[in-house]
């Protein structure tokens, strides 16, 4: 069974940075793809950013390309969420997953293809 052990949110003013870093536990064929969702109060869940894991390849929603980025950490079981410029709307808890279909070069960020959930990280934006 995968795992997936979030860690980095927090509370910060609009325009300000916070990242996300998510720990795999016995990672295996199932996370060719991985990525970071999430939810506010009263929405559904929304893909944030996805990359293939090998190769690298990465795709975002477009509420936050050019602000945020998704990596991997040097040893293969780190996943972060780099986001700066950040904006009230921003705000949520957010979730590493894993197990989405991979489409080619891009991960899909629809919630229903994900296999692999963590607990979840509130990240909060004042305005």
């Known amino acids: 069974q995968v795992q997936l052990m979030e860690s980095g949110g927090g509370s910060v003013q609009a325009g300000g940075s916070l990242r996300l870093s998510c720990e795999t536990v016995?990672?295996?064929?199932?996370?060719?793809?991985m990525g970071w969702f999430r939810q506010a109060p009263g929405k559904e869940r929304e893909g944030v950013a996805g990359?293939?894991?090998?190769?690298?390849?990465?795709n975002y929603a477009e509420s936050v390309k050019g602000r945020f980025t998704i990596s991997r950490g040097s040893d293969k079981n780190m996943l972060y969420l780099e986001m700066n410029s950040l904006k009230p709307e921003d705000s949520g808890v957010y979730y590493c997953?894993?197990?989405?279909?991979?489409?080619?070069?891009?991960?899909?960020?629809?919630?229903?293809?994900?296999?692999?959930w963590g607990q979840g990280t509130q990240v909060t934006v004042s305005s």
């Open positions: 990359i293939v894991t090998i190769g690298g390849h990465t």
């Open positions: 997953a894993a197990g989405m279909t991979r489409f080619g070069t891009s991960c899909s960020l629809n919630p229903a293809t994900v296999d692999f």
């Open positions: 016995r990672a295996d064929w199932r996370t060719s793809c």
